[in-house]
Nanobody, 126 residues
Framework: VQLVESGGGTVQAGGSLRLSCEAS????????VAWFRQAPGKEREGVAA???????HYAQSVTGRFTISRDNPKNTLYLQMNSLKPEDTAMYYC?????????????????????WGQGTQVTVSS
């Protein structure tokens, strides 16, 4: 299983970014996938998750600003981030839980996911 994130960068507060996570090595369409972030000195936190049926779950801090989506034919997960705030600054990671028969119930718990990407940095300036 391999996950490769991209799309991070530096933006001003109020701006937007779209992160991508390209997956390989397993049946992507049947998996649960999610975005997590970790800021310096803080614990990793779940941001948004999506299951194999397309159901989503968001952290309260990003609800209404971030949108998670998946393109199964492209084996790619996305995170559209709008109205970015300085407190969104962190390393963003995608996590995956491969499954054969489908994965149901999007989770923001890091213990659920068994594979991780290397991360992409998002910096929001005030």
């Amino acid at each position: 299983v391999q996950l490769v994130e991209s799309g991070g960068g530096t933006v001003q507060a109020g701006g937007s970014l779209r992160l991508s996570c390209e997956a390989s090595g397993y049946t992507y369409s049947a998996s649960c996938v999610a975005w997590f972030r970790q800021a310096p000195g803080k614990e990793r936190e779940g941001v948004a998750a999506i299951d194999s049926d397309g159901r989503t779950h968001y952290a309260q801090s990003v609800t209404g600003r971030f949108t998670i989506s998946r393109d199964n034919p492209k084996n790619t997960l996305y995170l559209q981030m709008n109205s970015l705030k300085p407190e969104d600054t962190a390393m963003y990671y995608c996590g995956a839980l491969p499954a054969t028969g489908g994965c149901y119930g999007p989770s923001l718990s890091g213990t659920v996911y068994t594979s991780w990407g290397q991360g992409t940095q998002v910096t929001v300036s005030s």
